[in-house]
């Protein structure tokens, strides 16, 4: 890789905007319900195309002004699991740079698990006037 012109913005772009949907899907939701999101559950596979430290890193940017600020994301990544024709069983994966059954060698035609991008869940605040004021 020579020299990138924006080494910073570049490989995170695609992430941001994936966490940019995310951010308005759960502002959708927490204004339907009349919560503050405090955390975002999200199931992430390899195979989404999805890198989770960038969209760690885009999530803090995709929330700025919004009612998520200060949210967490949470990602919960989901190994690679395929099923093998040839051992007729089910083989999770340490690479995904191979999709290959891991004991036989056959090549996976079948994906069970590792393109998800799911929200799961959503940690809530109920929106409520505070009426016990922090101690200040
Ligand atoms: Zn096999």
């Known amino acids: 890789m ?17 966490a940019m949907s995310i951010v308005d ?13 405090d955390a975002v559950y999200l ?26 600020q200060g949210s967490r994301l949470l990602i919960r990544e989901i ?11 089910n083989r999770t994966l340490d690479s995904v740079q191979w999709l290959c059954c891991p004991v036989c060698g056959t090549p996976a035609l079948e994906v069970i698990h590792g393109k998800e991008l799911a929200i799961i869940a959503l940690e809530v605040r109920d929106e409520q006037p505070a009426a016990a004021p922090r101690s200040a």
Do not use: Y
């Open 43 to 68: 199931d992430l596979g390899p195979l989404s195309g999805v890198v989770a430290d960038a969209l760690r890193f885009s999530w803090e940017i995709a929330c700025q002004d919004t009612a998520l």
């Open 2 to 18: 020579d020299r990138p012109r924006s080494p910073r913005l570049g490989p995170a772009m695609h992430e941001l905007s994936i």
């Open 79 to 89: 190994p690679v699991e395929i099923h093998c024709s040839t051992c007729n069983a």
């Open 25 to 37: 899907l759960a502002l959708d939701e927490a204004r339907e319900r009349r919560v503050t999101i």
